[in-house]
């Protein structure tokens, strides 16, 4: 959910090999709408992209691996 409590999807997801053979798997999250969102202006990274802010919307990549990771440190601490 986004600050104006918009539903964000899983639209895709991207798998990555790095140079050490590391897979990473991301899933992408895109926000169902944000026309005439007042927060749109704070919530969409990036302002060297060539669209107008108007016609964008929200996208969000996250690894749960990653987040799982972190949780078990934290966790460990």
């Known amino acids: 959910v986004c600050k104006n409590n918009r539903r964000l999807y899983a639209n895709d997801i991207k798998k990555r090999k790095s140079k050490t053979g590391y897979v990473s798997t991301k899933t992408i999250y895109t926000c169902e709408n944000c026309n005439n969102c ?21 996208s969000l990549e996250t690894s749960k691996q990653f987040n799982q990771n972190i949780q078990d440190d934290i966790y460990l601490i």
Do not use: D, M, V
């Open 38 to 58: 007042k927060f749109k202006a704070s919530c969409i990274k990036g302002h060297n992209c060539k669209t107008p802010l108007e016609q964008r919307t929200k």
